[in-house]
Structures are given as structure tokens and as C-alpha cells.
């Protein structure tokens, strides 16, 4: 299947994995590009230059396919070495950039004069068109549906995706709620180019992550996530736990009184504790709605391999339908 998205990354199928804390580590962005998707490392697990560098060279030991790194862009007091990471990223030959969280104007220049393509997450139109305007080459639309941060607009994609595809110029796949053949020819049908998946991909063999992370998603339903840190607005969507629930009754006794160090125990350090560790009740864990569709952990190859058939069939059938 031949899309703008493909024709850009120079990729086989329209299939993105986006940037997971604690999980985009090299051997899950090789196996995702080994299996003709884009694979993403997650620059901020890293954190410095050098331990980013490292991990592009060891993604590179483990595929000659492209990949990209993740650079989300938070609104900490002590930001990390962003000029530095961007630094690795060029120095690594890395092609693609994942951008996302806030506007990624100032790391555009120097990727750009590299040749790297940007591709922006963000969760409105709004953004997609900010996005747009400041050279990105593509946007990833990330719906209200999505493991992570919505955002505070509460679009679903049903709704976001026709009117992205509305209004932009640029390339754009769609994210959050993605998981099989029918995602991908839902979002083609609604204007995108392709689909980026996050917690689909969190249940598959090579995610370097503990057992029992994906055997919680396998046992979740599209009833089990929770929104939390609205109050905050830096909402995010997360499996619920015990720290979850021990989360919201705080937000629900704070009111608009509460502050980040209110909540520190149940969101800042947990991600090694859940990912590496297995400990899942550690603290809030961002995943999608879409854990209700999940039920196996095949590999990335296999997983892939079965949505492109079941794209390809189910775009077959429509066909027929159309001929009468
Ligand atoms: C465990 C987990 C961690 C994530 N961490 C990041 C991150 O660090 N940066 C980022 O841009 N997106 C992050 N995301 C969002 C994903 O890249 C993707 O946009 C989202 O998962 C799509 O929704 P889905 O889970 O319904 O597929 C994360 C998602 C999950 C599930």
C-alpha cells in the first residue's frame, strides 16, 4: 500500500509506532521497522545525548530500515537538553522525528537543514494547522480516544480525523483507538495517509517491557482507563489501578486547589517501576481505550502482516459492495 506517509518515511506500510516512555527502546523500534512500519525510539527515556546516541546505534544494530526518535516537549521547570538531543539525532543519521507536547519550533531548524522529516502529534485541528504552518512535513492527529494526553478538547476521531483531513495540506495519520486492518482503512476512509498505534504495540513479543504490562492490557477492557491531572490540564489517559483511584479521590478532595507535588507518588518515577519491574499498581501508566480490542501478543511481524491482509480485504469487499 503506497501513501504519502510510505512515500515520505520510506517505509512499506502506513504504520507508524509513536514515542512510548519506557517502552520506544531500541529493540521495539527495530522490530516494528523490521516488519515495514516505522518503528519510534523515545528520545526523553533516554534523556541525555549520550545515552540517546547509544540507543540509535543499537537500533541500527538491529535494523537497516528506517526508524525515528521521539521528542516530546514538556513544559518542565528543568527542560532536558533538547539542542543536545537533536544533536545525536542528526549525528545518528536518523531520518524522522516525532514531535509532540508542546510547539516544536525551535528544535525545526536544525532538523530541517539535516533533511529529517517532522512529523508533529498533537490533538486538535488547531495544532495540526499550527503544525502545518511551521514546517512540519506531517502531523499525527491524536484522538480523545488515545493512550497518553488527549489534550483538553475531547475529540474523538470520528470527528477529528474528517475535519484534519478538512483542513490541512500536509500529510497526516491518525492516533489513538488504533489496532487492526479495520483502524487502517477507517482512517484512510477518513482522509489520513496511515495510523500510528501506541498501546497495540505495547502487546506484542519484542515490546521490551514486562509481562505483566501486557497481560494488563489484554485483561482490560475499553471500560478500565481513567482520565487523570485534568484539574492540571495535562490530562492523560491511563489503566486504572489502585494509585489511579488513590489519584482521583485527591482530585475530587483538592478541587482546583491541587498542585503537581500533590500527586507526585502516583505519577513522577513510576515508569521503570511498571515497564521494568512489572509492579503495576507503581503509579499511573498511560494506555488507550483501545485495550478493548487487544487480546494476543503476536510479534510486530505478525501483528503488521495481519493488518495490512485484513486492510487489503476489507478494502476488496468495499469494492464489491460499490459494484453492486
Ligand atoms: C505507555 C505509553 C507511553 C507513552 N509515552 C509517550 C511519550 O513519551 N511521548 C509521546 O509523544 N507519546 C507518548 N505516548 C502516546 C503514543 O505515542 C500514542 O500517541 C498513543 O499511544 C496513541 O494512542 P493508542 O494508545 O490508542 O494507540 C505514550 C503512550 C503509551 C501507551
Excluded at 68 to 76: A, E, M, R
Excluded at 90 to 113: F, W
Aim: glycine fraction near 10%.
Amino acid at each position: 500500500m503506497k501513501t504519502a506517509i510510505t512515500e515520505m518515511f520510506g517505509i512499506q506500510h502506513p504504520i507508524i509506532q509513536g514515542g512510548m516512555h519506557y517502552v520506544g527502546f531500541a529493540e521495539m523500534a527495530a522490530a516494528v521497522s523490521n516488519a515495514g512500519g516505522l518503528g519510534i525510539i523515545t528520545g526523553l527515556t533516554q534523556g541525555t545525548p549520550e545515552k540517546l546516541a547509544n540507543e540509535i546505534a543499537r537500533c541500527k544494530d538491529m535494523t537497516d530500515k528506517p526508524f525515528g526518535v521521539n521528542l516530546t516537549i514538556l513544559p518542565t521547570l528543568t527542560p532536558p537538553d533538547y539542542p543536545g538531543l537533536v544533536k545525536a539525532v542528526i549525528d545518528g543519521g536518523v531520518k524522522v522525528v516525532e514531535t509532540a507536547g508542546r510547539n516544536p519550533v525551535d528544535l525545526l531548524p536544525a532538523l530541517k537543514d539535516a533533511g529529517i522529516k517532522v512529523i508533529h502529534k498533537c490533538t486538535s485541528v488547531r495544532h495540526s494547522l499550527k503544525a502545518q504552518a511551521i514546517g512540519c512535513d506531517a502531523v499525527s492527529v491524536d484522538g480523545f480516544e488515545c493512550g497518553g494526553h488527549p489534550g483538553e478538547d475531547d475529540v474523538p476521531n470520528f470527528i477529528l480525523l474528517p475535519r484534519a483531513a478538512d483542513e490541512l495540506e500536509i500529510p497526516f495519520v491518525s492516533s489513538g483507538g488504533m489496532a487492526d486492518g479495520r483502524s487502517l482503512v477507517a482512517s484512510l476512509a477518513m482522509g489520513a495517509q496511515g495510523m500510528n498505534m501506541g498501546t497495540r504495540f505495547i502487546a506484542t513479543k519484542e515490546a521490551p517491557v514486562h509481562e505483566n504490562v501486557k497481560q494488563a492490557i489484554l485483561a482490560a477492557s475499553e471500560l478500565d482507563t481513567r482520565l487523570v491531572m485534568r484539574p492540571l490540564r495535562n490530562t492523560e489517559r491511563v489503566l486504572n489501578n489502585a494509585a489511579v483511584e488513590r489519584l482521583i479521590i485527591k482530585e475530587k478532595e483538592l478541587g482546583d486547589a491541587i498542585t503537581i507535588q500533590d500527586i507526585l507518588p502516583e505519577v513522577a518515577g513510576v515508569y521503570p517501576k511498571i515497564m521494568m519491574e512489572g509492579t503495576m499498581d507503581a503509579g499511573a501508566w498511560s494506555c488507550g481505550m483501545v485495550a478493548g480490542l487487544i487480546h494476543d501478543i503476536p510479534t510486530c511481524q505478525e501483528l503488521i502482516d495481519r493488518i495490512m491482509l485484513q486492510a487489503e480485504e476489507i478494502i476488496a469487499r468495499m469494492n464489491a459492495m460499490a459494484r453492486g
